[in-house]
């Protein structure tokens, strides 16, 4: 007997439905191989992917982003209130079909996820790709670091001045676009195709979720918390442009921002990636030896030290339970895409940062 498909929908959902998991499938055993996915992905299909969307999005002044996820919510919340009407209704098949179309839906946003962006996550580790392997240091060597780190950030916060505070969000944006495509055009490793960042629709959300910004893996596009004190926009601007990079773990990004921050000219730039250096390192140093810590806290200069309670008292007033949802959320997401330790991935910058220093780099670049 044969099916007609267009007359048996249950079967026709089931059929797409085993069709969309076959091809995840596969991708997932694609994952298992980084020199697979660097060869074909990252530095193939990938870029493809890049040359076509970053242009086109980049047209748009907002976040076409953050209008899709608007329309998707307002939609997945019209289809839950029908789909308990149906259910009151005892209208059950047609209730199974609604909630198989659900499915098909989440299934097509996993696939579109690592096709347009996800599968960087599984590319071999920034630590092999920039021959960072060798991670060990010792915790002189930490200290030492640190104290050059935030050397630096007092150095570059005396020569930000009250103008460079007071910079407009577009220019922030044009200086950090700016500053990537220079360090692409030098060094292939941090290549970039039509890098851009804007500021996020929903950045009042992101306050509240104790976020500064995100990157949209389906339209390729970097967002920024706008309204976060003007010190820290630079550098989160790098961090979410460095996805677009094809840094997926939040360490590399972290990584990769900071190196096109301190590359820069730009006084605020500068500042703002030594700003964020520093607290990483110092949490880092305050785990190994409270005394070393509270020894370096104690050259951090006034300005520096004045802009971190800016930082914290900016987050926490925004603090409530909605931020610690929202992070055992992003923590269990981050575990899913070959991160571990989950948003203790980003304190693993600093690996990074020494493993550079061990080739002479930091030391000859935060002067």
Not at 180 to 199: E, N, Q, T, Y
Request: aromatic share 14%.
């Amino acid at each position: 007997m044969r099916y007609n498909l267009r007359e048996k929908p249950l079967l026709k959902r089931i059929v797409v439905i085993l069709s969309l998991a076959l091809a995840i499938l596969i991708l997932m055993q694609f994952a298992d191989h980084s020199a697979w996915v660097e060869r074909y992905y990252s530095k193939g299909f990938y870029i493809f992917i890049c040359y076509i969307l970053h242009p086109v999005f980049n047209l748009f002044p907002f976040s076409v982003g953050d209008v899709v996820y608007i329309v998707v919510i307002v939609y997945l919340i019209y289809k839950t209130v029908s789909f308990f009407k149906v259910l009151f209704k005892k209208k059950f098949k047609e209730a199974g079909l609604m909630l198989l179309g659900l499915l098909i839906g989440v299934e097509i946003g996993i696939l579109a996820f690592y096709l347009f962006w996800g599968m960087n996550y599984f590319r071999p580790s920034a630590a092999e790709r920039l021959n960072l392997r060798d991670t060990s240091f010792t915790t002189a060597d930490l200290h030492k670091v640190t104290q050059l780190l935030i050397d630096s950030a007092n150095a570059t916060r005396a020569r930000v001045t009250a103008a460079d505070m007071a910079q407009s969000n577009s220019t922030i944006y044009q200086t950090t676009e700016q500053a990537i495509r220079s360090l692409s055009a030098s060094s292939p490793s941090f290549g970039a195709w039509h890098p851009g960042v804007k500021p996020s629709i929903l950045t009042f959300l992101l306050n509240f979720m104790g976020t500064s910004g995100y990157y949209n893996p389906f339209t390729s596009e970097a967002q920024i918390n706008y309204q976060m004190p003007v010190f820290n926009r630079p550098f989160v601007a790098c961090h979410e442009m460095s996805h677009q990079m094809g840094y997926g773990a939040e360490d590399e990004a972290d990584f990769a921002g900071f190196v096109v921050a301190i590359h820069s000219n730009d006084r605020l730039l500068r500042y703002s990636g030594y700003h964020l250096a520093v607290s990483e390192f110092m949490y880092s140093l305050g785990r190994r030896d409270t005394v070393a810590y509270k020894a370096l806290k104690a050259t951090i200069s006034k300005d520096v030290r004045h802009d971190y309670a800016i930082e914290h008292n900016y987050w926490l007033s925004y603090e409530n339970k909605l931020n610690a949802i929202s992070s055992i959320f992003y923590d269990s997401f981050l575990k899913a895409n070959n991160q571990p330790k989950g948003l203790e991935t980003y304190n693993r910058m600093v690996l990074l940062v020494m493993a550079q220093e061990r080739k002479s780099w930091v030391s000859s670049l935060v002067h």
